[in-house]
Structures are given as structure tokens and as C-alpha cells.
């Protein structure tokens, strides 16, 4: 429910920034280097680059949890595995 303006309270958590606090800001991969560099490496594929397909697999909960259990990132390792064994087998 929508409330009428004059009703409405105000988010003071999303108040717009002041001169002073935009003059403090600096650049992410000056306050935060491994991250914006992280960030950099992460990006989805550009127009007419290769593109991975979306496929539906059935793997077995140990295989899952075999990569799962290493953290974020289990499907590309997955991926990595098989390209590995794709090449290997060419």
C-alpha cells in the first residue's frame, strides 16, 4: 500500500550524498584492489564472443557436493573439468 506524500516516510539511509562526502570518495580498486580486480575478471561474454549453453544434467549428489563443498564457483569448475577431459581426449 501506497502511502499519500505527505504521509510518507522519509529513508534517511538513501538520502542523497553531500560535497563533503562525495569529495571522500575514491576509486574501488584503490580502497578494495583484490576485489575490483575480482570484479574485473567477472563478466559475462560480450556480444560475439563464445557463449556457454544452457543445459538441464543430472549428476550424482556426490559429484555435487564434491564441488560444492569448494566454495562459489562449482558450475565453472565443472565446466573447467570437462573442457580438461574434452581436450585431453582429442
Partial sequence: M???????????DDAPLT???????RPLREVFPDLSEW???RRRARKGEAHKTAVSIRLSPEVIAFYKDKGRGWQTRIDETLRAIVAATK
Fill in 39 to 41: 570484479s574485473r575478471k
Fill in 19 to 25: 560535497a563533503k562526502e562525495m569529495a571522500r570518495l
Fill in 2 to 12: 501506497k502511502l499519500p506524500k505527505e504521509k510518507a516516510i522519509p529513508d534517511l
